[in-house]
């Protein structure tokens, strides 16, 4: 089966301009999940979509960050206007439903973000 | 809170040598327990998980951890390693009724020839 694959894989933007991220999930999994690791340090939980509906946003660092899953298929991370803080690589990730198996996360090879 | 901590953020092994990646977490209950591994330019690849049963656990490319809960560590082993080994590690535990993974700083891994 195909993984989880993002796009694009390097985004170079000033500050305040507006990034689009997209994540498409393994398919048939309606677990979705964005992740982002900043400066090095460790990957840090956005949130996380069942099917189309946000299920934990927690992590979403602040409004200037929207996460959508339309359909319940692919998802997109707008960041809206950009700050330099936001330079980072950011990771979706899938999996199926289920109390086991929705820890058997797939990570997509990420997009470098870098805000200059 | 849930928390992990991977205290080495370098090592440096010998191609056939043993390796010892340290990994130690903070959770209120039995935790979910991942060893994740990502390679220059690629994804994180899940390499292998502990839910229940058995402590050590086996996964993908000859490597293992043991779940020790006295010690609240999951120590990630290879009796050999190999070039190809050379990649970023992270350490991650899994939260109840949650299904977001919490991840440590990772450690770096390279090998010398």
């Known amino acids: 089966e195909a993984g989880v694959t993002q796009f694009p894989s390097h985004s170079v933007i000033e500050k305040g301009q507006t990034v689009t991220l997209r994540c498409d999930p393994i398919s048939g999994h309606d677990n979705l999940y964005w992740y982002r690791r900043v400066m090095g340090k460790e990957i840090k939980f956005l949130l996380h979509f069942v099917k189309e509906s946000k299920q934990d946003e927690s992590g979403m660092p602040n409004n200037r960050f929207l996460a959508e899953r339309t359909g319940g298929t692919y998802s997109t991370l707008k960041v809206q206007p950009a700050e330099l803080e936001d330079s980072g690589v950011y990771f979706c990730?899938?999996?199926?439903?289920?109390?086991?198996?929705?820890?058997?996360?797939?990570f997509g090879p990420g997009t470098r973000l870098t805000v200059t | 809170a849930q928390s992990v901590t991977q205290p080495d953020i370098h090592i440096t092994v010998s191609e056939g040598a043993s390796l010892e990646l340290r990994c130690n977490y903070s959770?209120?209950?039995?935790?979910?327990l991942f060893w994740y591994v990502q390679s220059p330019g690629q994804g994180l690849q899940l390499l292998l998980k502990?839910?229940?049963?058995?402590?050590l656990v086996q996964g993908i490319k000859g490597f293992e951890a043991e779940f020790k809960r006295s010690q609240s560590s999951f120590n990630l082993r290879k009796p050999s390693v190999h070039w190809s080994d050379a990649a970023e590690y992270f350490c991650?535990?899994?939260?109840?009724?949650?299904?977001?993974?919490?991840f440590g700083s990772g450690t770096r891994l390279s090998i010398r020839p």
């Open positions: 990730a899938s999996s199926r439903r289920g109390e086991i198996s929705s820890y058997e996360q797939y």
């Open positions: 959770y209120g209950a039995t935790p979910y």
């Open positions: 502990y839910f229940s049963g058995d402590t």
């Open positions: 991650a535990v899994g939260t109840l009724y949650a299904s977001k993974i919490i």
